[in-house]
């Protein structure tokens, strides 16, 4: 049977052609898609094209965007074999983090891409990245299933685990890295999965359950030498808020000044939820390796292990959005559920 692709265009760098009058990029009408990209004719696919109205830039992005991009997912999960959607590269690694935790029991290929240099330029990444994106989207393995049942992050040859790539490269065509979980594929001549690293549902064929109740009240706070009584006293005593991610250095160590510890000992004994995640790009946090880790359990922290920023911030949104008790959410944090702790 023929297969039956859907792109989502919600906007950023790919999806932008130079007006030959004015030369200023512009979006193109995705509609016409295989007008600006000829080579999709050649897939021999159903290759649909839906577009935000209106587009953004990806730094724009917030958790309205991502209930409505979850809605349209849903919509058409029946009647299409893969996704590809089209985001800015900005807040990329938030937005598929985001999915994977709303959008639970998927069992289709969700593949954001992008590119660093519109579709429209002569020397764009975005024609090879929309184009092996779609050819993975397509991909079924020897049972006709799906070859990846998942949410990830094409850039550049490599397939990620969405919630756990983060973007590192502001400039480079190699703009994403998931330094905690190895490619899922990388595509050169030919396309190389990496089986074992592949999610695989454990029974097929379960309803898509979204979940679009998503609680904002998260604050993300990074230590640095030298960060300020007051500063962190404001942030922890922000009305309403219930969790925070904490960046801390190495495998999850703090300054160990008494005003720090009481303020975070503070805020968790009141029921707020704290949970480490390193500042390092790989590793994880591991609270009982140096006393300036342990000091932090003893103030009441979860571990957040090698989760990414991206990830423990998302997944807090859709726990906290599921559980009114911080006390549930402060468990299941902890727990792995879409592949993004080791
Ligand atoms: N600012 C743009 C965005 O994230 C950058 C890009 O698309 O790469 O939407």
Request: proline share 4%; charged share 20%.
């Amino acid at each position: 049977m023929e297969r039956k692709i859907l792109l989502i265009y919600t906007g950023g760098t790919i999806g932008m052609k130079q007006d030959p009058e004015t030369l200023l990029l512009k979006p193109f009408d995705f509609h016409q898609i295989t007008r600006e990209v000829p080579e999709l004719k050649k897939f021999g696919y159903v290759i649909d094209a839906l577009s935000f109205d209106p587009v953004i830039d990806s730094s724009d992005v917030n958790p309205a965007f991502w209930v409505k991009l979850a809605g349209i997912l849903k919509a058409n999960y029946d009647f299409y074999d893969g996704f590809v959607v089209l985001h800015g590269t900005d807040t990329m690694a938030y937005s598929a983090s985001a999915m994977s935790f709303m959008l639970e029991n998927l069992e289709k290929p969700v593949i954001f891409t992008g590119s660093q240099l519109p579709i429209g330029m002569l020397r764009t990444d975005g024609k090879e990245n929309l184009i092996s994106s779609i050819e993975l989207a397509a991909a079924q393995d020897a049972e006709g299933h799906p070859h990846i049942s998942e949410v990830c992050i094409y850039f550049d040859s490599q397939l990620f685990r969405g919630n756990r790539t983060t973007k590192y490269n502001a400039e480079n065509f190699r703009a994403f890295r998931s330094a905690n979980y190895p490619p899922l594929a990388e595509v050169g001549i030919h396309i190389r999965y990496n089986e074992s690293a592949l999610y695989r549902p454990p029974v097929r064929g379960r309803d898509l359950v979204l979940h679009t109740a998503l609680d904002t009240h998260v604050a993300v706070l990074k230590i640095f030498p030298g960060i300020s009584e007051p500063l962190v006293r404001a942030i922890l005593s922000t009305e309403g808020l219930r969790a925070v991610v904490l960046e801390t250095y190495g495998s999850g160590n703090s300054l160990s000044d008494p005003w720090f510890l009481g303020a975070l000992a503070a805020f968790t004994q009141a029921g707020g939820i704290i949970v480490n995640v390193t500042q390092c790009q790989a590793g994880t946090v591991d609270m009982g390796a140096y006393a300036n880790g342990d000091i932090l359990r003893q103030a009441g922290l979860v571990c957040g292990r090698d989760m990414t920023t991206e990830a423990a911030l998302t997944k807090l949104f859709v726990l906290l959005g599921q559980y009114a008790d911080n006390k549930i959410v402060a468990e299941k944090i902890e727990i792995g559920v879409s592949g993004e702790i080791s």
